[in-house]
């Protein structure tokens, strides 16, 4: 990928996602070095997984959250596979985006 990168800051904001779920539970990582540092994310992403979670604002059963997360996860693939298509990075630590700007 880091051959044509297609970048520009003004697309990028910080990336929160509550307790760090899709970094520990799905394992993501910066789009150009897999760093799991994210900070941050292409604008119009999905909402962050544990971000969702947080939301519901109760328990949810494993069976509940996987009902709830089977989508948004779906989301964010084809986000991802999209953007990787147009050489245009999902995720990127500190060091990569130093690198960039
Ligand atoms: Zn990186």
Redesign the pocket.
Known sequence: MNNKINFDKDNYLEFNDFNDVMIQAFGIG?S??Y?PEISFVLKDHPKPIGTLIKEQEKNLTDNEVEKLIEKPIQEWQKFEDINFDKHVPTF??D??WNQMI
């Open positions: 910066c150009l070095c760093d990127l630590c060091e990569c």
